[in-house]
């Protein structure tokens, strides 16, 4: 089973600044397969990026997504007030999936 | 527009069953594989269990393996989850969801589970 561990748990910036969240896998996964969800409180969760790095449907161009291999990031270049939740990603392999434990990003 | 309306959670004890469902309308559900996901009180994410559009490939996370069973019904645009042998750590919402992982994925508004005496 692939372990996706995210950082860091919190992450308190203010609007208009740049976030960076990490995403390491225990091992290589395929860029097709990661993904990276947005969460608030008392929704579900909403797609922000798949395939590593394409942009979901209504998803701001402030969002971007990199990486490879085992490590992934979720960059959003200039914070606004709606972008402050919980974010995970997710991995699919060998017909499973795992989520990461969550970033949290905070309005400081 | 697309939907899942999810029904059935509830209060139950340890050790009894429940099952949960989900109604999809607004795309074509049979052509899709669908998943469970669920999440405890204040926690994050956990994958279920995974099913094939046909039914065909079925999976689960090794916490729900041996009590939980995933179907699906394409003629009635559904998709299940029956819960046995429920456990406290049982307790969470559960989201229907589509994890494809492509540029449309949809979810369910979840529904609570609560395993309690």
């Known amino acids: 089973e692939t372990v996706l561990t995210q950082s860091p748990g919190t992450l308190s910036l203010s609007p208009g600044e740049r976030a960076t969240l990490f995403c390491r896998a225990s091992?290589?996964?395929?860029?097709?397969?990661l993904a990276w969800y947005q969460q608030k409180p008392g929704q579900a969760p909403r797609l922000v990026i798949y395939?590593?790095?394409s942009r979901a449907s209504g998803i701001p161009d402030r969002f971007s997504g990199g990486g490879s291999g085992t490590d992934f990031t979720l960059t959003i270049s200039r914070l606004e007030p709606e972008d402050f939740a919980v974010y995970y990603c997710?991995?699919?392999?060998?017909?499973?999936?795992?989520f990461g434990q969550g970033t949290k990003l905070e309005i400081k | 527009e697309a939907q899942l309306v999810q029904s059935g959670g509830g209060l139950v004890k340890p050790g009894g069953s429940l099952r949960l469902s989900c109604e999809a309308s607004g795309f074509s559900f049979s052509d899709h594989s669908m998943n469970w996901v669920r999440q405890a009180p204040g926690k994050g994410l956990e994958w279920v269990s995974s099913i094939s559009s046909s039914s065909s490939y079925i999976s689960y996370a090794d916490s729900v393996k041996g009590r939980f069973t995933v179907s699906r019904d394409n003629a009635k645009n559904s998709l299940y989850l029956q819960l046995n042998s429920v456990r406290a750590e049982d307790t969470a919402v559960y989201f229907c969801?589509?994890?494809?992982?492509?540029?449309?994925?949809?979810w369910g508004h979840g529904t609570l589970v609560t395993v309690s005496a």
């Open positions: 395939g590593a790095s």
């Open positions: 997710l991995q699919y392999g060998s017909a499973l999936y795992t």
């Open positions: 969801a589509g994890l494809w992982l492509e540029d449309i994925d949809y």
């Open positions: 091992q290589s996964v395929s860029s097709s397969y």
